[in-house]
């Protein structure tokens, strides 16, 4: 290499050493005839002095130098004057005299400061990503993504597991979001499909007799995009022959001891706590609950449904659900910011937000007067209310229900400071249904994917068509609140799988088309097998404290899927158009 050191490893053990070091120029600053320049690169910053008694030509150079120009010096180690140590540094203790300088690459104008804090806009620094990853914590976050990848190969690998690659380029199957698709110059008028997941693959990978794979796989989803979601984005993907649910989740369990050990020098505790979706769904109210704080959602139907209050008891003869949840300390809050936390449910669905303030003397509100005092007593108890508290209640449709308390319960957590931040509680949600009811599709639909397992002891639905009663073998890793992983022991029988698929409306001819080869796999000796993936970017935020996965992802794309450093997507020339038998029109939004 052009340097014999790097600017974070210089010190005391070095004075008096010829050394030659590389990076770019972090800050200048003109002393009259002595000028003092911090150099940094990818380990720290080494403070650089130029003097002119020692050599002329380098300090002439000196005065040239801008801010992130890139420059190679040569120099002596020595000690810094007394009073001049930085401790804030690794190399706090010495500086470099400067004997030769050498401009390596000269920088204009720059967008924005290279500072640890960034001010500037998202846009602008998603532009000039390669300044933006210049800054310390960003190059960090590269570093902890790097630490968790070679956590997992090391893990894995002890573990028996092997890394293979599957195709980007494969064909479009109904896995739960649109595919992005790729055409065909060789044959026109066919499409690839870029992978969701490389799910079936891994699944013919244990058909093949490989009864550990892996890959940090890289997998492509065409849909809305927000804080945690990303037109392209990375999982950890697992999959084992031979294996029952609990021998999966040891495996992941012990990784993420490693991960958490290695990376965050954090000690976790195993086996991780396991919840079935049916209690996570009537305490919690959403199937990735943050178990850092004790507030509950509770079902008050049956202890309200003879009341009074008419909106209680139209939801009752529709076969809705009322639930409540009690805020610790919210008895005071004044009525403009409950105006604002029914504002706030109401983004789930729900039409409005009941309230009890609860006193010594029982609960009071506008509506009391509609409930008997043992109506209020078992709210009350129900609830776990105490004085000072406020019970807020919603009626609705089971779904909106679990929905905005769920919300509802989280903003509440969040601003009542409840969550301790130090905490990393995991969490298993196991037991989903098979299938879901999609009221917009007006049809069954896969809770996961169509090649889970159902549980052997609801095989019986699957035949009488009671598809609401058919539990999975799924299961997903909740952290915080965070869904990071989902897996499932899957189908390995061709029969059962022909059936789920004409469950969820698929005819012979769609089953043929677009799964036969995967059908006819199962006909050749298939293994009991079961895998799961872990979203690799949603991980590294958990290290990192970043409420946006772009932060940890090196070059990302916006919430418009737009990269606005390439102008990617963009449009293509009409050769590569005619090459491909593709011609363009542009559709009116009436048409959509």
């Not at 919210?330 to 039409?351: N, Q, T, W």
């Amino acid at each position: 290499m052009i340097r014999t050191h790097n600017c974070g490893e210089l010190g005391d053990k070095d004075q008096g050493q010829e050394v030659v070091l590389a990076g770019w120029v972090a800050s200048r600053r003109d002393h009259g005839d002595i000028i003092f320049m911090d150099l940094r690169d990818e380990h720290g910053v080494t403070q650089i002095v130029f003097d002119p008694n020692r050599n002329s030509a380098a300090h002439a150079t000196a005065h040239e130098l801008r801010n992130e120009y890139c420059v190679k010096v040569t120099g002596k180690v020595s000690p810094r004057p007394e009073g001049t140590v930085n401790t804030g540094i690794s190399t706090g203790l010495i500086e470099v005299d400067v004997e030769k300088v050498e401009i390596l690459s000269a920088s204009g104008t720059l967008p924005f400061e290279i500072k640890d804090i960034s001010t500037v806009s998202e846009d602008i620094r998603l532009k000039y990503r390669y300044l933006d990853l210049r800054r310390a914590p960003m190059r960090n976050k590269l570093k902890i993504r790097h630490n968790v990848s070679r956590c997992v190969y090391e893990f894995l690998d002890s573990e028996g597991f092997i890394s293979v690659e599957t195709p980007m380029l494969t064909r479009s199957t109904p896995e739960g979001a649109r595919d992005y698709v790729v055409p065909s110059r060789l044959q026109q008028a066919s499409f690839y499909a870029l992978p969701q997941s490389p799910q079936i693959f891994k699944q013919l990978l244990m058909v093949a007799g490989v009864e550990k794979y892996f890959q940090i796989a890289r997998c492509f989803r065409d849909e809305d995009l927000r804080a945690d979601r990303q037109p392209e984005f990375t999982q950890i993907d697992m999959e084992m022959s031979f294996v029952e649910q609990d021998d999966v989740l040891d495996v992941c369990e012990r990784m993420f001891k490693k991960i958490f050990t290695d990376v965050a020098g954090k000690d976790i505790e195993l086996p991780f706590r396991r919840m079935g979706y049916s209690e996570a769904m009537d305490i919690y109210g959403t199937d990735k609950p943050d178990t850092r704080f004790n507030v509950l959602i509770s079902d008050i139907t049956d202890d309200v449904k003879a009341c009074d209050f008419k909106v209680f008891r139209s939801v009752v003869d529709s076969g809705g659900s009322i639930k409540a949840l009690a805020a610790p300390g919210y008895g005071s809050i004044s009525r403009k910011e409950i105006d604002g936390l029914i504002s706030f449910v109401s983004e789930y669905g729900a039409k409005g937000l009941a309230y009890f303030k609860v006193e010594e003397g029982g609960l009071s509100s506008q509506i009391s007067k509609f409930f008997s005092e043992q109506e209020l007593r078992a709210v009350k108890e129900r609830t776990g209310a105490s004085p000072g508290d406020m019970i807020f209640i919603v009626a609705d449709r089971k779904e909106v229900v679990c929905a905005s308390l769920a919300a509802l319960r989280l903003k509440i957590g969040r601003d009542a400071g409840l969550i301790d931040s130090s905490r990393h509680d995991f969490l298993w949600i196991v037991d989903f249904p098979l299938f879901q009811f999609s009221e917009d599709e007006k049809k069954w639909v896969s809770e996961h994917h169509p090649f889970t397992s159902p549980a052997p002891e609801d095989l019986c639905f699957l035949d009488s068509g009671d598809l609401g009663k058919i539990r999975s073998m799924s299961y997903d890793l909740v952290l915080n609140g965070s869904e990071i992983g989902s897996g499932s022991i899957r189908i390995h029988n061709r029969d059962i799988q022909e059936k789920v698929f004409s469950a969820l409306g698929l005819s012979e001819q769609e089953r043929r088309e677009k799964f036969g080869f995967l059908l006819d796999a199962f006909g050749y000796g298939a293994p009991p097998h079961g895998g799961v993936a872990f979203g690799m970017d949603r991980l590294i935020t958990l290290f990192t404290g970043d409420g946006s996965i772009r932060e940890v992802i090196p070059f990302p794309k916006t919430q418009k899927g737009v990269c606005p450093l390439t102008g990617a997507p963009s449009g293509v020339s009409d050769t590569q158009l005619r090459d491909l038998g593709i011609k363009m029109r542009r559709v009116k939004s009436e048409d959509c």
